[in-house]
């Protein structure tokens, strides 16, 4: 959940689905309250002319008969009463007060009272979630005085409240929260489809230079970011095998001259010169002949395929031992991963001998992980320091001590094994072993074929 909330299409969706939920509470909330002004009205009405048939009728019955039909006929919202004594009036006519006695005529003398029922400030069950908590219609009381001169009170009290309360509005917005809810979803997957497919594109990108480009579909916008990125793929593809073109053809035009100039060294007289000199070329074949596998480590143009991860380590190390290195291969990954057969040989191949070279053995063990497999390559040298863990992935960057010129190496080796691992998606890690040594991490993922 706390990752779909971090996504673009969770923080989207979100948005869209609070603002359209606000937006349907105003518009209910203004609904609910034109509503109630209109219900208002109506009961100011109805409560108008309750009134006026009350205070009519109870005129022409006998004063003796009076108290009997108060009783039947004052049990609603609207009740007319006799009083004892009557107090002085001590407010002008209402708006209500003013209407009935219009409707009354002059036989008929009303007198507003200051005195204010109790049910008019109680709070009521409101049948909506956005209607008030207390009744704003007429709520008063008043004196009147009938044709004989006899004084009663008239109380207009609000209305009852609807049983159920807001429980069934409760249930009738939960259908329309849901259909909000699928349509910010639709709309959001919708919206973040395209970006989706850019990020990936980004990520296969990363892994092969030769990913086949973007279909161009959907909206206008979508097109041209698609037709954008394809374009770049395409320049990024085109510098990219410019530039190893051209570090392939200087160190393999380098090869030629430096051959001659040592077939020329054997003619030299001074056997201590001659050695140097062949030394020092010895070094600089070797730079080329890196140079040129640092330029083949980049090319993308050996096809990707499946590979038993296990039948390529076997056959890494196998080689090796035949060569006379101590290698010792542990562990099975029973696993399958996608990529260029060469290539990854040439990262497994520059590890190992990484390994022998600088702490003269490698112990290689691999171990299956859930979606990948580890690979862990340790030598017994001195290791290196914490502070130059990340340099030593720089081309040509040499440790000054054991890892140095004098051992034969050209900082080339981790660099090809980055890039490598980088294009298949792969990651690679150095630390020091707890138990001495350098232990080097190759994280390769597992590859699903499509069924």
Avoid at 102 to 122: K, T, V, Y
Avoid at 359 to 380: L, P, Y
């Amino acid at each position: 959940m706390r990752a779909f909330l971090g996504s673009m299409t969770g923080r989207v969706f979100l948005v869209l689905l609070l603002g359209i939920v606000a937006s349907a509470a105003l518009t209910q909330w203004l609904a609910v309250g034109e509503r109630t002004r209109a219900i208002e009205r109506y009961r100011d009405f109805h409560a108008l002319e309750r009134a006026e048939q009350l205070i009519t009728t109870a005129d022409v019955v006998p004063p003796v008969s009076r108290p009997a039909y108060l009783k039947v006929a004052s049990r609603g919202s609207v009740r007319l009463e006799p009083v004892r004594q009557a107090a002085a009036p001590d407010l002008q006519q209402t708006d209500f007060s003013a209407a009935l006695q219009l409707r009354l005529g002059q036989g008929f003398s009303l007198s507003p009272l200051a005195e204010r029922p109790a049910e008019c400030d109680r709070p009521r069950k409101s049948v909506s979630l956005f209607g008030p908590k207390q009744w704003r219609g007429t709520c008063e009381t008043m004196f009147v005085r009938m044709h004989d001169g006899e004084v009663m009170k008239l109380s207009v009290l609000p209305p009852r409240a609807p049983p159920g309360g807001n429980k069934n509005e409760l249930l009738s917005i939960l259908p329309f929260l849901l259909s909000i809810a699928v349509l910010a979803y639709l709309v959001t997957r919708m919206t973040m489809r395209p970006l989706k497919k850019l990020a990936q594109a980004a990520k296969d990108l990363g892994n092969d230079i030769n990913h086949p480009p973007l279909a161009l579909g959907g909206a206008g916008e979508i097109r041209q970011a698609s037709a954008a990125f394809n374009a770049m793929q395409a320049r990024i593809r085109q510098h990219i095998f410019q530039r190893t073109q051209m570090l392939a053809a200087i160190t393999h035009d380098l090869q030629t001259p430096l051959t001659r100039l040592r077939l020329r060294l054997e003619k030299v007289a001074d056997a201590e010169l001659q050695q140097r000199l062949v030394d020092d070329l010895s070094a600089m074949q070797q730079m080329v002949r890196e140079g040129l596998d640092l330029a083949r480590s980049m090319d993308t143009t050996e096809n990707m395929q499946a590979l038993d991860l296990d039948s390529l380590l076997d056959s890494v190390c196998a080689d090796a031992a035949d060569a006379g290195q101590p290698v010792r291969l542990h562990g099975r990954a029973a696993m399958t991963a996608m990529g260029r057969p060469m290539s990854i040989r040439r990262c497994l191949v520059n590890l190992i001998d990484n390994a022998v070279k600088y702490g003269q053995s490698a112990e290689v063990t691999v171990e299956r992980m859930v979606g990948s497999a580890r690979v862990r390559i340790r030598d017994h040298g001195p290791g290196i320091a914490q502070d130059q863990m990340a340099q030593v992935f720089e081309p040509f960057y040499r440790i000054e001590s054991s890892r140095s010129r004098a051992s034969g190496g050209t900082g080339l080796g981790l660099t090809i094994a980055r890039n490598i691992a980088e294009q298949h998606g792969a990651s690679l890690q150095l630390a020091n072993h707890v138990d001495g040594g350098l232990e080097v991490t190759l994280v390769v993922p597992e590859y699903y074929a499509a069924k």
